[in-house]
T-cell receptor, first 117, second 115 residues
Framework: GAVVSQHPSWVICKSGTSVKIECRSLDFQATTMFWYRQFPKQSLMLMATSNEGSKATYEQGVEKDKFLINHASLTLSTLTVTSAHPEDSSFYIC?????????????FGQGTRLTVV | AQSVTQPDIHITVSEGASLELRCNYSYGATPYLFWYVQSPGQGLQLLLKYFSGDTLVQGIKGFEAEFKRSQSSFNLRKPSVHWSDAAEYFCAVGARAGTASKLTFGTGTRLQVTL
């Protein structure tokens, strides 16, 4: 149980285009989903927290107009990198917290490697 | 604000040797504590977690960790390391329910296993 699936696993896009990354909770309902960014050989940096049916809460320094997050259902959240540039190339990981659970436990997707050329 | 420190960036051990990865946290109350493992290009897999109760917690793959409140530590241990344990290990602290429940990660420790 508690499987989170991210799609795609990797994507290459041209500079200036937009890319959408999906995060799905396959066997549970996720009231809260988190989006992280990880640079090579570095830790995970939280970008934003999204709750189903409401606007995402972005961490300081994260451009909300560039990284659009939608959490329209209890099993799906999407991250859209708009007008991508090479500096947006990174590893993006989502995690999901199950509805009704206590505490901070969350389950992670396998990540999406974005390369902007 | 919560924070996590993993003092060792890189550790090398021989296969079969014991392992201890250090983790210190800063949090105003008793936190939720986690250890995750990440293989190259992959997401994070939960090794173990501490919420309450017994301070020595057992996880998957033969790992264990001990919560020491007096030292604000949650070190990860394994008595005998296998070559497949080579990976990046992250300690994380999370707030209790009723708050944002965000996880804060340490900078990670890269484990290399020599044969």
């Amino acid at each position: 149980g508690a499987v989170v699936s991210q799609h795609p696993s990797w994507v290459i896009c041209k500079s200036g285009t937009s890319v959408k990354i999906e995060c799905r909770s396959l066997d549970f309902q996720a009231t809260t989903m988190f989006w992280y960014r990880q640079f090579p050989k570095q830790s995970l940096m939280l970008m934003a927290t999204s709750n189903e049916g409401s606007k995402a809460t972005y961490e300081q320094g994260v451009e909300k107009d560039k990284f659009l997050i939608n959490h329209a259902s209890l099993t799906l959240s999407t991250l859209t990198v708009t007008s991508a540039h090479p500096e947006d190339s990174s590893f993006y990981i989502c995690s999901a917290r199950a509805a009704g659970t206590d505490g901070a436990e969350a389950f992670f997707g396998q990540g999406t490697r974005l390369t902007v050329v | 604000a919560q924070s996590v420190t993993q003092p060792d960036i890189h550790i090398t051990v021989s296969e079969g040797a014991s392992l201890e990865l250090r983790c210190n946290y800063s949090y105003g109350a008793t936190p939720y504590l986690f250890w995750y493992v990440q293989s190259p290009g992959q997401g994070l897999q939960l090794l173990l977690k501490y919420f309450s109760g017994d301070t020595l917690v057992q996880g998957i793959k033969g790992f264990e960790a001990e919560f020491k409140r007096s030292q604000s530590s949650f070190n990860l241990r394994k008595p005998s390391v296998h070559w497949s344990d080579a990976a990046e290990y992250f300690c994380a602290v999370g707030a209790r329910a009723g708050t944002a429940s965000k996880l804060t990660f340490g900078t990670g420790t890269r484990l290399q296993v020599t044969l």
